[in-house]
């Protein structure tokens, strides 16, 4: 039976835009219009920045090891461009995706310390937590999706069409509702919460699921498997912990991950 989701016009605009979307930072989620905009195009030199997300031989289903052989297949990439305007503590994080017949499978190993996590609800602001993150753009030209996970498995998305700023905030942007949030899997080897901070050296793993009918709900059919080119890029975060610091795969032009144009190339093989 076919996935059921909301209509997409159940939206989100500043007007009622809560303050859990919003960085002490940098700003984050935003989105407007459909079709092609020319600031969801390539503006940035991340020449190459390819990742190949292999088909899985077995599915996943939310594994945390990352020895395990179902991992094998995957290729990995590591997160190696951090901000200047990060501390001097720069957790080395590594990703491993596979694709399936029904959905992307993912899974992150930080190397990390002063952790902390403390949002537990969906769209919770987990960026200022311990935070790792998966921007996808399955179709060129087309919104993007922010798929931003707290170190304890809390999580939130939103499909941005437009990256435009506008003062306080955003112009208007879909944030995604509760029941297709739903269909969204994540765990973390993490507890839910984990305060007071870990000050000791941890390497911590979330595993995470996003259906393809997810990202069809907004961008329309796709062709399953071998042959997509999506763009996308990955992050770690830690807005208000004691040692803050943004990093990424693909190198971004400010403090701010919302940047399609340094979206690097993802293929599915």
Known sequence: MGLELPPLSERVTLGNL???????????????????????????????????????????????????????GADTLELQHFRPESSDHRPRTFVRLLHAADGIH??????????????????????????????????????????????????????????????????????????????????SSLP????????????????????FALFEHYVGPLAKGVGQTWRGNFYKCADETSHPHWASWAPVDQLNFHRPGCFGTIRLD
């Open 18 to 72: 809560a303050d859990g979307v919003k960085s002490a930072f940098f700003l984050r989620a935003r989105d407007s219009s459909f079709g092609i905009d020319p600031r969801l195009q390539p503006d940035f030199n991340v020449a190459g920045m390819n990742y190949i997300i292999r088909r899985a031989a077995a599915a996943p289903d939310l594994n945390l090891n990352w020895h395990d052989p179902v991992w094998s």
């Open 106 to 187: 993912g899974l992150f190993q930080v190397h990390d310390r002063y952790v902390r996590c403390v949002r537990v609800e969906y769209f919770d602001e987990v960026w200022k937590d311990s935070c790792v993150e998966f921007f996808a753009q399955p179709r060129a030209g087309l919104g993007y999706f922010n798929f931003e996970f707290g170190g304890g498995g809390a999580f939130l998305c939103s499909y941005i069409t437009n990256p435009e700023r506008v003062p306080g905030g955003f112009k208007e942007f879909s944030k995604l509702p509760a029941a297709i949030g739903r269909t969204i899997q994540a765990r």
């Open 192 to 211: 839910r919460q984990v305060d007071p901070e870990i000050t000791e050296p941890v390497v911590w793993t979330l595993s995470f699921f996003v259906p």
